[in-house]
């Protein structure tokens, strides 16, 4: 079964400082591992994905987290906020059982841009 | 990315009456459509797995009488709340599997019961 723990629920940092969210997984088979992004009142959208290949994926809107297995580990970075990066950011797992891939999310971290 | 929409966006239902929400893949088919939920500040907990043309797959837990799926073709499913209760209140959220097993999902469908 895999699991996902982001660590802080709540992040906030100032306009043009360095965005870092936490997340840890864990997976008994090698995991594919995404980051969304939700807007209030809105679903998911796809910020990065990692599945094979290169450990450090780039996203849109500057975003890109870094896979280390050793630390079981996919932290989301972007190296300037912006005023429009706040929303909900959700770490998630894939279960690749059976051809379908169910995700499993973690508790969310909520960013807010300070002026 | 591919499109998914979700409806209606907000539905606002009485206590004892079904309600149902329509998710549709726009411009791809999708063989296979989960359904979550989110409660307020929370994250996504997936109810159900469902494949076109056969029965849907429920997560443990999940009341497979109260919480209808149908997925008739390969652009539509649909969740019906049946006899909802104010305790069924919640953002529900469609997504969509791509031909690359990626999820693209629907805007979602805020249920208030009252």
């Known amino acids: 079964a895999q699991s996902v723990t982001q660590l802080g629920s709540h992040v906030s940092v100032s306009e043009g400082a360095l965005v870092l969210l936490r997340c840890n997984y864990s997976s008994s088979v090698p995991p594919y591992l995404f980051w969304y992004v939700q807007y209030p009142n809105q679903g998911l959208q796809l910020l990065l994905k990692?599945?094979?290949?290169?450990?450090l994926v780039k996203g849109i809107n500057g975003f890109e987290a870094e896979f280390k297995k050793s630390e079981t580990s996919f932290h989301l970075t972007k190296p300037s906020a912006h005023m429009s990066d706040a929303a909900e950011y959700f770490c998630?797992?894939?279960?690749?059982?059976?051809?379908?891939?169910?995700?499993?999310f973690g508790t969310g971290t909520r960013l807010t841009i300070i002026p | 990315g591919a499109v998914v929409s979700q409806h209606p966006s907000w539905v606002i239902c009485k206590s004892g009456t079904s309600v149902k929400i329509e998710c549709r893949s726009l411009d791809f088919q999708a063989t296979t459509m989960f359904w979550y939920r989110q409660f307020p500040k929370q994250s996504l907990m997936l109810m159900a797995t469902s494949n076109e043309g056969s029965k849907a797959t429920y997560e443990q837990g999940v009341e497979k009488d109260k919480f209808l799926i149908n997925h008739a073709s390969l652009t539509l499913s649909t969740l019906t709340v049946t006899s909802a209760h104010p305790e069924d209140s919640s953002f529900y959220i469609c997504?969509?599997?791509?031909?690359?097993?990626?999820?693209?999902f629907g805007p979602g469908t805020r249920l208030t019961v009252l």
């Open positions: 990692y599945t094979t290949g290169a450990t």
């Open positions: 997504s969509g599997q791509g031909v690359y097993n990626e999820q693209f």
């Open positions: 998630a797992v894939s279960d690749r059982a059976f051809g379908n891939e169910k995700l499993t």
